[in-house]
């Protein structure tokens, strides 16, 4: 049992994502796909009337998913190529097929064809977990649309705002994200059946120089494995820069996830807000009292892995030569992976983390309460102007009041006592018995209520619209670790 514990690996795997999204890139998933493509394949031709018989087809079929591991890697040793590899452990599994098997095709037929289906599949997987997190935040959002709570600048506290309006500028740039991984989605297409520099060259021969049997050829694979549409032209491979695109998407929901996460670090430091902490959890081995946002943080992270990923695709697409080079391959059995990985565990962290945020309104108030009384400065002059006083004169005296109030917090200690200084100052009578009402937090935070049901009506509901079957079925997301 030791010898479990004396290798590596990755967290990934052993802690942070979902086992649907292990299994979508595993060897199993991986190689029963080459089976599947090599069934395809075979079917396709035979359909155009090449000598492949049914039995052939489905000897190939019945050992799809029964692959030897250990003989497919001894072959590899021996060969050092993994497509033959397999295709010779597939070949001895089927022995009437074995003439058939691959025939016509290149490494790029099973190994980008199926990349391109592990990457369909795990778009698929990871769009509904964006939807869920869009709309437990936009319950969140409409919940506390009311709330007041201090806006920040330069990390400074400025005009105030709602705890859902903030939650909206969250939910904001995960609709975006939603959208770029939608179109990700939709533009990707199928690598097909083009031979070793996508010319098709060995297609036609088979096809006895028949153009259109292998334009067929190709239309038929790539509707077998569930794309309408293949890319036009490729090299030997499809183009690297569709590994940008969908690394770039998710890269870009690592800066959405991480920006998020660090705002909800800060308002945990403030004892704003909270994410999830549950009765058994501890906060710190040596403090016993702490409550660390250590969900928050690991979405953090994993966001910032998730970005630096982006770098290895774009580099991947830039320094492919002509029609193609091998040293693609070991860095995209990496990034493309770890991109997904990545972005499945942050999204199921950050999902338990919007089902089960605490706000805690008292202390915003209190934290309103010594930063209101500088910012309702300027409704007080406009107030006492309408009362008949001089702008230029009450101007004056609040900023020698407002100077005091500030030595009182800054030197002393203090709370911030300029709402009283204003109420000894014979000068603001006029105005005092309507100073509780120009002093309400309410009136601070211009239209952010409306803002958020705008927003939720305008921009959210569209979205979640299209995910209505996926979001019922969304249960509270349990961490493992």
Known sequence: MASNYEGYKSPLSTRYASKEMQFLFSDQNKFSTWRRLWVWLARAESTLGLEISEAQIAEMEREISNIDFEAAAAEEKLTRHDVMAHVHVFAKQCPAAAPVIHLGATSCYVGDNTDLIVLRDALQLLLPRVASVIARLSQFAQSYKDQPTLGFTHLQPAQLTTVGKRACLWIQDLIMDERALSRCLEDLRFRGVKGTTGTQASFLQLFNGDGQKVKQ?????????????????????????????????????????????????????????????????????????????????RCCALARHLITLFSSAANTHATQWLERTLDDSANRRLTLSEAFLSADATLLTLLNISQGLVVYPKVIERHIAQELPFMSTENIIMAMVKAGGDRQVCHEKIRVLSQEAGAQVKQHGKDNDLVERVRKDPYFSPILEHLDTILDAKTFTGRASEQVDDFVEEEVRPVLARYTEALKNVQDVKLNI
Do not use: W
């Open 217 to 297: 050829l190709d239309q038929l694979v790539t509707e077998l494995a569930g794309f309408k549409k293949a890319y036009s032209v490729t090299g030997q491979t499809y183009s690297r820069k569709v590994d940008v695109e969908i690394v770039g998407a998710l890269a870009s929901l690592g800066t959405t996830v991480h920006k998020m996460c660090t705002d909800l670090r800060i308002l945990a430091s403030r004892k704003e807000l909270e994410e999830p902490f549950e009765s058994t959890q501890i906060g710190s081995s040596a403090m016993a009292y702490k409550r660390n946002p250590m969900r928050s943080e």
